[in-house]
């Protein structure tokens, strides 16, 4: 098995050598396996070890033991102790989903704090058989059916082409000692029912099973990487982006055959579960959106407008009498002698003596209303002339608005108030203006 894992790493993760590697070790077989392969094959490697005590006096035992180890190795040891039980209640998260977030959060602190590159952890062909069963079994699409990969950004997984069999039997053969986690006897839990009760059944209808499903990974995994290709090819072709926003042009995807799966394949990375929803966008009214954890999709008009969830902010920020804002916006107000001959949309020309202070900025509402200058001082709510100037939500949601008291001076950047444009009687001018 070390000349098998030797072979592996030279070939796939030639870059390991060199740099100092953090490996998770829970003190069960696979990663003192791991452990014992990586030393003899010359690795650099330190140990992190979490304790999520959820065991007891047995979480206790098993820190102990690799911490013991790590002495003898004079290895360097980083160790934590997690109330597991807490954060999933805080959380409102399952215990094995919660110990997972706890684990890789730590992991990216040490390796931030001590300038590890790499993450190595144990997984073998066995978790990767089990991890694609409950996928499976839960509903998935191709990617849930890939397995677990190899490497994924700075963890690498060098034990998954070999089986646990494999695993102990090397331990056995090699005299390493190892601690046995109680809860892996218990079915509680999906992956052991699957473990105890279905893979042997699997295995007795099929004594090639373990070797059959290695191959079955390999080719999903080759057709998942078709897909990504197809997917990155075709979305240049689609896709607009722009200030932090993604457009998604509907005729032009509409034209591809299966659009759904491609809608699926560039935005599941964003955490959208509500599939129906998303692809009923294609054909709903504007406005109408789909929000996920992080972003929402909202339809306008022919796009799609993928974007990050903004917080609501509702504050009101004051602007003083000839003075400065620098927050959500810069804006200046300072009074002068004469209009210019060309105005520009990022400033507005009032009528100093119609103003009262303090000014202030805010987001927009339903039901405000305003006067826009050149219309006789006619009245139209806001949310009026946002529709005729045909903007999306997130235009609507990005737009501040000026006000003096109860009444708005200016739509910043977009459209002044009838009731405080500059008139041949007016003796004082002030400029406010929207600084870069």
């Not at 070939?11 to 069960?28: C, N, W």
């Not at 100093?352 to 219309?375: A, C, S, T």
């Not at 001076?409 to 444009?421: S, Y």
Request: some cysteine; overall charge neutral; charged content about 25%.
């Amino acid at each position: 098995m070390e000349l098998q894992l030797k072979e592996h790493l030279d070939r796939d993760f030639p870059f390991l050598k060199g740099s100092t590697l953090l490996l998770a070790v829970s003190g069960g077989v696979d990663s003192m396996v791991l452990c014992h392969l990586l030393k003899s094959l010359n690795y650099d490697i330190a140990i992190a070890h979490c304790n999520f005590n959820l065991r007891g006096e047995e979480s206790d035992g098993d820190e102990k033991f690799v911490k013991e180890y790590t002495e003898k190795e004079t290895l360097k040891f980083h160790v934590t102790v997690f109330d597991t039980i807490r954060f999933a209640s805080d959380s409102k998260l399952s215990v094995q989903v919660a110990a997972r977030q706890l684990r890789y959060i730590w992991f990216n602190e040490v390796m931030a704090d001590f300038g590890y590159k790499y993450l190595l952890t144990a997984h073998h062909l066995d978790d990767n058989i089990e991890t694609l069963l409950i996928n499976f079994t839960r509903g998935t699409g191709l990617e849930g059916l890939t397995g677990i990969p190899q490497q994924n950004g700075n963890i690498i997984r060098p034990l998954l082409p070999f089986t646990r069999h494999e695993i102990e039997d090397y331990a056995k053969q090699n005299n390493i000692n190892w601690r046995e986690d109680s809860s892996n006897a218990t079915d509680k839990y999906l992956r052991n029912k699957l473990r105890h009760t279905v893979i042997p059944v699997l295995k007795e209808l099929n004594t090639s099973f373990t070797d059959s499903f290695k191959n079955t990974i390999n080719h999903l995994q080759q057709a998942q990487s078709l897909v990504e290709d197809a997917s990155v090819i075709v979305y240049k072709q689609v896709v607009e982006e722009k200030e932090g926003q993604k457009h998604f042009n509907i005729s032009q995807f509409k034209r591809l055959p299966n659009y759904k799966a491609y809608l699926y394949q560039w935005l599941h990375p964003f955490g959208f579960t509500a599939w129906d929803d998303v692809y009923s966008l294609a054909e709903a009214q504007s406005g109408k959106q789909v929000v996920s954890g992080s972003h929402r999709l909202i339809k306008n008009r022919n796009v799609l407008i993928l974007e990050p969830i903004k917080e609501n902010d509702t504050a009101v920020y004051i602007l003083n009498k000839d003075g400065i804002m620098d927050y959500p916006i810069r804006l200046s107000a300072n009074k002068v002698d004469t209009l210019p001959k060309d105005l520009i949309k990022t400033a507005v020309y009032v009528d100093n003596e119609h103003i009262k202070f303090p000014l202030f900025v805010r987001k927009w509402q339903e039901g405000d209303y305003f006067y826009p200058i050149g219309m006789g001082g006619q009245k139209k709510k806001v949310s009026k002339y946002f529709k005729d100037e045909k903007m999306s939500l997130p235009e609507k949601e990005d737009i501040w608005l000026l006000c003096s008291a109860e009444a708005i001076i200016w739509i910043i950047g977009r459209r002044a108030d009838e009731r405080f444009k500059v008139t041949e009687e007016t003796t004082q001018i002030l400029k406010i203006e929207v600084l870069p």
